[in-house]
């Protein structure tokens, strides 16, 4: 079992940064992949970016390509989601996952990739 806590949203004004960190704990080792989703009301979640556990490759959703950067702490077991220049539409809960059976980067997009979720946070960027 992996266990996942988010962490880091909050209320802020459009154009300004937040940085989101979902800490794992428990079976850690098993992990390959790490990814954040998010999910506003009324919609799907949706991707929003991913990172290899043991590497460091990375993938975005072209929504936030030049804004959010993904990263990791192995030592820490935590990975971080550094959200700029945020817009009003990127208001909704985000969710930290984790994937332990390998996948290729191509598939990191989908939901049924990642087998472990956290409770999510919730990040409101007014206009």
């Known amino acids: 079992q992996v266990q996942l806590v988010e962490s880091g949203g909050e209320l802020v004004q459009a154009g300004g940064s937040l940085r989101l960190s979902c800490a794992a704990s428990g079976r850690t080792f098993s992990m390959y992949h790490m990814g954040w989703f998010r999910q506003a009301p009324g919609k799907e979640r949706e991707f929003v970016a991913a990172i290899s556990w043991a590497r460091s490759s990375t993938r975005y959703a072209d929504s936030v390509k030049g804004r959010f950067t993904i990263s990791k702490d192995n030592a820490k077991n935590t990975v971080y989601l550094q959200m700029n220049s945020l817009k009003p539409e990127d208001t909704a809960a985000y969710y930290c996952?984790?994937?332990?059976?390998?996948?290729?980067?191509?598939?990191?997009?989908?939901?049924?990739?990642?087998?472990?979720w956290g409770q999510g946070t919730q990040v409101t960027v007014s206009s």
């Open positions: 996952a984790a994937g332990t059976t390998y996948m290729g980067v191509a598939q990191w997009g989908a939901k049924s990739s990642y087998n472990y």
